[in-house]
């Protein structure tokens, strides 16, 4: 992975093979960010995507080999158990003529070539905390 600082936050460039969210993850601890935005362009694989099963009180994810041109990535960098934590969701396309696309929650992907990455500092806690009646662990702005 490359990295510059830029006036409110970083620029990453993602190379092959490197996983997403065990990538942004390290750097985020490394650089000591708990709290951004970000968006990112590229290209993925070996992907876990999926939905919350509100229901259930569980996500369904399910394997996606790819590769996929990652047609919108966005998510948050928020702080859970003192630690950054990256939550990320995405439409991805397949590298076919098809160009079949499918969204969602990001367990998980693979940067198949590069991946773009504009990594915005947000100056709020975003702190997580466990909500009982989602059973998710949700932002509260007001902790």
Request: proline share 3%; aromatic share 8%; with cysteine.
């Amino acid at each position: 992975m490359q990295a510059v600082q830029i006036h409110n936050g970083y620029f990453l460039v993602l190379a092959h093979g490197e996983e997403l969210i065990e990538t942004v993850t390290k750097f985020c601890e490394e650089t000591e960010m708990h709290w951004g935005q970000f968006q990112a362009i590229g290209a993925v694989e070996d992907v876990d995507i999926g939905y919350y099963d509100l229901e259930n009180k569980r996500y369904m994810f399910q394997r996606e080999d790819g590769p996929f041109e990652v047609a919108s990535m966005d998510g948050n960098i928020s702080e859970y158990s003192e630690r950054p934590l990256v939550h990320a969701h995405a439409v991805l396309s397949q590298c076919d003529e098809t160009l079949r696309c499918i969204g969602g929650h990001i367990k998980s992907a693979r940067v198949a070539l590069t991946l773009e990455l504009c990594l915005w500092h947000v100056s709020q806690p975003l702190l997580r905390e466990s909500d009982e009646e989602t059973g998710l662990n949700l932002i509260d702005l007001n902790p």
